[in-house]
Nanobody, 126 residues
Framework: QVQLVESGGGLVQAGDSLRLSCAAS????????MGWFRQPPGKEREFVAG????????YYVAFVKGRFSISKDNAKNTVYLQMNSLKPEDTAVYYC???????????????????WGQGTQVTVSS
């Protein structure tokens, strides 16, 4: 069992930066490919970024590439999402996710996720 706890969300202005953190319980953190999803108001949850458990390679969806950066610290059992140049359309609840399945892909599908965090709200005002 893995528990994921996000933090770092908040209300910011367009152009600002935020860093989200996801702290994972358990000793097997390095066994999971980690990722971030988000759910904008009134919309479905969507994948944002992932980091592979083995290679450390990363994947970003087009609408955040160049602005967001995912990283992890295995010693701290924590994955981060650095978000720069935030836009109002980045407003959403952001969820941390963990996938146990072994794959070379750093892109996570929602139905592959084994554990979810509770979510943290990010609001970007214009």
């Amino acid at each position: 069992q893995v528990q994921l706890v996000e933090s770092g969300g908040g209300l910011v202005q367009a152009g600002d930066s935020l860093r989200l953190s996801c702290a994972a319980s358990g000793r097997t953190f390095s066994s999971y490919t980690m990722g971030w999803f988000r759910q904008p108001p009134g919309k479905e949850r969507e994948f944002v970024a992932g980091i592979n458990r083995s290679s450390g390679s990363t994947y970003y969806v087009a609408f955040v590439k160049g602005r967001f950066s995912i990283s992890k610290d295995n010693a701290k059992n924590t994955v981060y999402l650095q978000m720069n140049s935030l836009k109002p359309e980045d407003t959403a609840v952001y969820y941390c996710a963990a996938r146990r399945k072994i794959s070379g892909s750093s892109r996570l599908a929602a139905d592959e996720v084994d554990y979810w965090g509770q979510g943290t709200q990010v609001t970007v005002s214009s």
